[in-house]
């Protein structure tokens, strides 16, 4: 009962047309060229899923962090927190008539950019606190929820919640797919990032840390609601990071994903676990389709951290040569 | 091809056996009786998990917060996180030759818990803090753990991790297969807590929150740690419930169960929520199973919440009346 040669014919061609379009739609990272970093993510995954391997992690255990900033989404050529920040000083300003000669929200309000950027840490902090504390946690997040709405990024004129990359997109629903429970652990504002995490990159309000401010319960006759007062209680950055990865997880990850040497204690803390550990690197090398920045850089600044990654053998990504895809909006590459 | 009837007996006769067993395996909730708490927690839960009805919220914004002592443990005679830092203290005391003379840990070392009371709260803080923090949160881990193996507690002479009630548990586990993710919001040390949580309760490190020192990271020549400094960061009690939960999950919870007066402010913020909420009290009556305690108690002190809990129509467990069994080691009474 063999078949009809003509028949033969006919389930060679099927299988010809259709396979290649069955292979793409089970590739669960279609933006990732095949290179080193995709081959490492894939091999790390894979093992620690196996069941019955010897690398085998029990999903309670898969923990993966994600730096926010240059990581998932764009920071250059500002923070988008900071841009947030300065057009909410404008916003307040005519509620604030002082501002318009106090550094550094005079500068803000004239774009002076340069000069803000000379206030350095104390100054930024300054209109970052101006914008983000003093009010309740509802209200600050319903500023930004409406700023994400209007606002758009001065290249490419899209909206901030569009600046996120395609890969790390990819990579957070592969993740999650194998039971990964994913979290972002980022310098940024704790309600701030809230303001779109959920819908954006499908991480719930309970597992975004980050910086915060004091805050203290108001019982204003039977209005109840937690204000921020101006006192900054977690600098989430650096060693903070692993600070509240141990006071808020309470269990070392598995998988952590950084770009900056902000990033730098994150990554060993996750690396120095017990068995396999992923630690990887977003790098910044496509003047092209993003914008090339390290070591020189203040915004996202890589130093340390891609001299460790590289003598630790941690991932390094290439985002020229191996991302196909940067923002969802943005072509493809063919890739390698 | 009807069955004989010897067979049709014996079908009957099966189900009439095995019928009332399957009927007990189905009902979630075998240690409440059939009283208003049961009915009001049936009621709520199937409210917002019917798709499609009024009442229906997205399992995504299913948070139930749970304090611990005194709501899912026992807080008497004593806090039995107390107890550990006591039996701590005899421990360390080795060490600390000055504890002979000092107070309050004179008092620890000789079991004079009047005197130790006497010294308040900020007499015990410093029994907490002298074993609670100074070490790294691996290290203190590891203590309770050790501790919780071995000691008992002074009535029942079981083990703490006994110390939890029957009913509560169940409450947890219909949570949790009604898509609700369940936490602990408690006074209780949070590294102190996840020595045990996920094992008696079900609930990962990452869903408890409690009181904790400020943290610092620690590389001491490639050994990383996170140390407990002895700097109180945050006393998770009463309004810094709240404040925790909106740092933390960053969502208002659905439904909330605490036994106290530190308890209140969670209740009220979960109950202003919008749509249905859920808030409940456990209420020690029962003098001869547990210990009946509220108004005139100090630990466990519950005065103003029940009466806001029952101006409010809040749910109030009389634990006498409503608990077929309290502890996993104790009798099931008939219940009514």
Redesign the interface.
Known sequence: MSPSPLLRVHWWLYLLLVLPFLAQAADPLPSWSDGPSRHAIMTFVGEVTSEGSKGFVPP?ER?AVFDNDGTLWSEQPLYIQLAFAMDEVKRLAPQHPEWKEQQPFKAVLENDLKTLFESGMPGLLEVVSATHAGLD?DALLGNARAWLARAVHPRTHRPYTEMVYQPMLELLDYLRANGF?TYIVSGGD??FM?AFA?EVYGI???Q?IGT?YL???Q?QGGR?S?LRTPQLAHNNDG??K??SI??????RPLFAFGNSDGDL?ML??TA?GSGKRFAGLVHHTDAQRETAYDRDSSIGHLDKALDIAKADGWTVVDMAAEWRQVFPFSPTTSGQ
């Open positions: 309670a923990i946690t429970k704790v309600v809230r959920e719930p309000p309970e975004v915060h805050s203290r319960f019982d109840l937690v060693p903070g692993v600070e141990e006071l808020i997880i309470g269990r204690q060993q803390w120095a």
